[in-house]
């Protein structure tokens, strides 16, 4: 469901022409969820920060796909 | 890949750890190639990618693969101040450096890394070194100075990612069972196995398994050693570590050695000799010394003829076949009855499902029986109805079960 949805929104900021806009805008989140998770991977957050990145999991594997 | 390759490096590079954490890293290889392609050699993007790939390729017993990419921070490094990729490039290295028997390079590296570390202030760097030492020490036969060394690693604990944090309890194990201290080993290892449970790291679990189930078969406990095995086993063919795996389907062949069942064990033993030799893998000289011995006593108790076929199967096999094999012989009860369906099968179709054990993509069944692979395709799902067996490992299984890999 959630993949449906995301090809949907894609879909939608393509014909908008906003792809480049929106692609980059994924990427910078996707970066800043990374970076603030792996800064919790030292210490008691370890736990937290690895369900987040479970839970990012297909937004991480769109921005490295280029998607 | 992102519009943005310099993005793409950061975001690889800080998924790292997780990957590491979720036994993913290995399955990473080739994204963390494609993320390093345009990035400048040796900036700090490039030389944190390198360590990553280094351990994905070790992760997958590509040991080579492995040192050239340590190698190469090490080489970026040559003419710069010491940076945290650099101390944990050699101590990366070293590590790889003892797998493959090269100790006196190993321990150069381990010794160098180790100052390094604490000249700049790198706890990760330094546990690592450490480590490296604990087992360099160990190799020589200086117990004592391992534990200790060991023992000192697991006390650096401040800004160490968890998953790193965690391999203390491992490398701990391993050198307390190697000084012969067989009951703190067993309380070390069911610690670390414990909490890389509850941090959900596959990564530790998976190298912990193989010393466990090592601890249990030196007590003789059996059992808990099967369940441990198959564990580890699932695990490791989950998270592509082929280090793993060959250790787990050479314990089997000790387990199965322990209960009774020379044939089987000489098989395993067999499966896990061929695919060293074919990757260039070694074991220690203590390590091929014991094996020769155990082979030496299975052989006498088949027979030379029956115990020769033990070891032909078993050498013919592929890592996914003696695998699954070992899954096989270490599942828990009665054996299981063959696929419900598998005695309709025709000649042609057995034919088919012993081409899936041994490892041939459809492509290249296609090109061995000169057939298109849309029919092997029909073949296969004409195979999946009759006996239901719906992946690729239980068709390998059905092959097993019947003798014919």
């Not at chain 1, 805008?25 to 990374?34: F, I, K, P, Q, T």
């Not at chain 2, 290995?26 to 351990?55: D, F, K, M, N, P």
């Not at chain 2, 790889?96 to 100052?115: F, H, K, N, P, W």
């Not at chain 2, 490398?171 to 196995?193: C, K, N, P, Q, S």
Request: with cysteine; aromatic share 4%.
């Amino acid at each position: 469901m959630l993949e449906t949805l995301r090809a949907y929104g894609a879909g939608l900021s393509v014909a908008a022409g906003e792809q480049d806009g929106a692609a980059a805008a994924l990427a910078g989140y996707a970066l800043g969820v990374a970076r603030q998770a792996a800064g919790l991977q030292s210490g008691d957050g370890e736990l937290a920060a690895a369900r987040w990145l479970d839970a990012e999991d297909a937004t991480m594997r769109q921005v490295l796909a280029g998607r | 890949m992102t519009h943005d390759p310099a993005l793409a490096l950061r975001l690889a590079n800080a998924l790292g750890w997780w990957w590491v954490l979720r036994g993913r890293l290995a399955g990473e290889y080739r994204l963390l190639c494609q993320a390093t392609g345009g990035a400048e050699v040796g900036s700090g993007g490039w030389c944190t990618a390198q360590i990553w790939l280094g351990w994905a390729a070790q992760f997958s017993a590509d040991l080579a693969t492995a040192l050239g990419h340590f190698t190469a921070v090490c080489d970026a490094a040559a003419d710069r101040p010491p940076f945290r990729a650099l101390t944990l490039a050699l101590a990366a290295r070293a590590r790889v450096l003892q797998i493959m028997g090269r100790t006196a390079e190993a321990a150069s590296d381990a010794r160098r890394a180790l100052a390094l570390a604490r000249q700049i202030g790198d706890p990760a760097g330094e546990l690592l070194a450490l480590a490296d030492l604990s087992f360099d020490a160990d190799y020589a036969g200086d117990h004592h100075e391992a534990v200790r060394l060991a023992r000192q690693a697991g006390q650096i604990a401040a800004g160490i990612p968890g998953p790193l944090a965690r391999i203390c309890n491992w490398v701990l194990t391993i050198v307390l069972a190697d000084a012969g201290d067989l009951a703190e080993a067993a309380r070390a290892g069911a610690a670390g196995l414990a909490r890389a449970r509850d941090a959900g790291d596959l990564s530790n679990q998976v190298a912990l398994l193989p010393r466990i189930v090592d601890l249990d078969l030196r007590a003789g406990r059996t059992g808990d050693a099967a369940a441990h095995l198959r564990e580890g086993l699932h695990l490791a063919v989950r998270t592509g570590s082929r280090l793993e795996l060959l250790t787990g389907i050479s314990q089997c062949g000790d387990l199965c050695a322990a209960t009774g069942r020379a044939s089987e064990a000489l098989t395993l033993w067999a499966a896990c000799a061929a695919v060293d030799r074919h990757e260039g893998l070694t074991e220690p000289p203590w390590f091929e010394l014991r094996r020769e011995e155990q082979i030496r006593q299975a052989r006498l108790a088949l027979g030379p003829g029956p115990a020769r076929a033990a070891e032909d199967r078993g050498a013919a096999m592929s890592l996914a076949t003696a695998a699954e094999y070992a899954l096989m012989l270490t599942e828990p009860g009665p054996p299981q009855p063959s696929a419900p369906g598998s005695g309709q099968l025709s000649a042609r179709e057995w034919e088919l499902v012993t081409l899936v054990a041994q490892g041939r993509t459809n492509a290249q069944i296609a090109a061995q029986l000169y057939i298109s692979a849309r029919t092997v395709g029909s073949h296969l799902d004409r195979i999946r109805d009759k006996t239901g067996c719906r992946r690729r490992a239980d068709l390998t299984r059905l092959a097993l079960a019947a003798g014919l890999v």
